[in-house]
């Protein structure tokens, strides 16, 4: 899982146009508490209080954000309930966390699409029960016409964990002005 460290990779490029960047790791992400990761559910709610923090520290003239795949998809959805934010940049978000499980489970287990999706209910069940949510709920495809501010969406062609397909499907569904490109990693 990604973690608040990753921003190293792009400090050079936003420093040096006095851009401040605040990062974060999600419970359950990084070396925050928390025993589970809600794929967007909580991360959501986290992230507005953060953003509310940032407003009324008087410290930010403006804010973006910048995800990968779980943090991209939490974007999204906040971006759609957000219309002060400036932009976002969205580095291979996923459309609904029940497409993940199906590609996850179709790609490495030649199935029937009835075994699969009798697996995902399953999992979904056990999910609502441990954790208290539903992730039939995290669906940032259902957000992304509500944003309006710009987007960036960045996908990885060879991605084999969050489709490229989820990021173009995002992308036709934005709300805003956007663009999308494709690159290897």
């Keep these: 899982s990604s973690s608040r460290l990753e921003v190293f990779d792009v400090l050079p490029f936003l420093l040096p146009h006095d851009i401040d960047v605040f990062c974060l790791d999600f419970a359950g992400s990084g070396i925050s508490q928390g025993d589970y990761v809600t794929l967007g559910h909580s991360e959501e709610k986290d992230l507005s209080v953060v ?6 520290s008087g410290l930010a003239s ?3 954000l910048w995800g990968r795949s779980m943090g991209a ?4 959805i906040r971006a759609s309930k957000d219309r002060c934010l400036a932009g976002c940049v969205l580095d291979s978000p996923f459309r609904d966390l ?3 499980a199906q590609d996850l489970i179709g790609h490495s287990l030649p199935l029937p699409q ?3 999706d009798m697996g995902v209910e399953t999992i979904r069940q056990e999910v609502h029960k441990r954790a208290g ?3 039939d709920e995290v669906q940032p495809i259902r957000s992304a016409p509500k ?3 710009p987007a960036m969406f960045g996908v990885a062609i060879d991605d084999d964990f969050v489709l490229p397909r989820h990021s173009k499907e995002l992308h036709d569904a934005w709300g805003g002005a956007c663009a999308l490109r494709s690159f290897h990693g």
């Design 51 to 56: 953003i509310r923090y940032l407003r009324k």
């Design 133 to 135: 949510f539903d992730p």
């Design 62 to 64: 403006s804010i973006a």
């Design 98 to 100: 029940r497409g993940i």
């Design 147 to 149: 944003a309006r501010c």
């Design 73 to 76: 998809s939490t974007a999204v």
């Design 114 to 116: 009835w075994v699969i």
